[in-house]
């Protein structure tokens, strides 16, 4: 694998009984960028990270991991890695900087290490003067950050992240969105997956798109509304209903038309900017527009075209 990909599968599968959760997967992840793992949940995505991290061997299909393959665990390979399971359980009755302290002996790193680390860590991510509290006593939020500490302490070079900002409030998921781009400009690569089309849209360099373990789109945030079909609309407001104008509408071969009233709604088959010509068929026909404006085409629509309205929910 190039030494510019973090991440490289190739027809990645992964069978539950009858069940395909994770189907034929080809993903590129280029080194020091974050790359946002998108899907509703189900879609596949804690699963490819589980075989990504050792946890689950592929049915079928090859993995590469910073150069070296993977199937099933690879210690070398777990070393150069930070992995965050999505909501982490970490013991309640050890302190932050404790549990900091035991995944850094795991690494194999030495005290003096350990400790100038720790409170590198510590400091990062919001939890000065609370680490040596017990993490039974942390908020949610607290937990989240602590998670994140631990999937840094051994400075790795990729950083896999599973749902980060689930169960945050608002300003928590701020706080998780600006430690991501923190670590990036570190140069490491950061891999994480979300159903929250926000966040990723916030943070990511590429985005891949799954859902029922199917890859759906991979690439960059600004490719994806324009490669596509995404659900442009134009919606038009008359003076006051005139017969002729949805006749002339229905003639326009790259939309279908919605009326109600004096306004009318046409669902787009094209990623050309049609408003000019539609502007001259109502005009034509008798009809004075009040206002006309064009929806959608955005992230969310390309998502929702990808993945159906059921993985919206």
Known sequence: MPEDRAIETHDLSKKYGDRLAVD????????????GFLGPNGAGKSTTIKMMV??????????????QGVSGDNPRVRRKIGYMPELPRFPKHLSGEELLDV?????GMSKTERQGRITELIKMVGLEGRGKDRIGKYSKGMQQ?????????????????DEPSIGLDPVGMVEVRNMVKDIVKSGTTVFFSSHLLAEVQ???DHVTVIHLGVMRYSGTLEDISSKVMARRRIVIELEKPVDGVLAALKTMKFATVEANMNTYTLHLDTREDVRAEVSRAVTSAGGVIVKMQEEGGGLEDAFLSLVGKEGMA
Do not use: W
């Not at 034929?24 to 790359?35: D, E, G, I, P, Y």
């Not at 950050?145 to 896999?160: F, T």
């Open 145 to 161: 950050r602590i998670g994140i500490a631990q999937a840094l302490i051994s400075d790795p070079e990729l950083v896999i992240l």
């Open 24 to 35: 034929r997967l080809n993903l590129t992840v280029a080194s020091k960028q974050v790359h």
């Open 54 to 67: 050792g946890l689950l061997r592929p049915t079928t299909g090859s993995l590469s991991i910073l150069g």
């Open 202 to 204: 916030q943070v990511c």
């Open 103 to 107: 995944y850094g002996r795991m690494y």
